[in-house]
């Protein structure tokens, strides 16, 4: 009776640890996906300005 506590113990390690490695890859990949966002909603908002004040100069010559 005493091993079978010291097996469950050793596997239950193991699976809080892969847990806490799987969250932290999960939390790493969301992190990565949002800089991906931004920066790109950042390039079509420098773009669209781009356009909007190459418009503006059109008119005005």
């Known amino acids: 009776m005493g ?3 010291v097996i469950a113990d050793k596997w239950s390690m193991r699976v ?3 847990t806490a490695i799987g ?3 999960s939390l790493y990949m ?5 800089q991906i966002q ?4 950042m390039l079509a908002e ?3 300005a781009m356009e909007e004040s ?3 100069n ?3 010559v």
Request: glycine share 14%.
């Open 16 to 18: 809080l640890w892969a």
């Open 30 to 34: 969301v992190a990565v996906e949002r």
């Open 3 to 5: 091993t079978r506590g």
């Open 54 to 56: 190459g418009e503006s």
């Open 38 to 41: 931004n920066r790109e909603r």
């Open 58 to 60: 059109g008119k005005d």
């Open 46 to 48: 420098g773009l669209k």
């Open 23 to 25: 969250s932290a890859i």
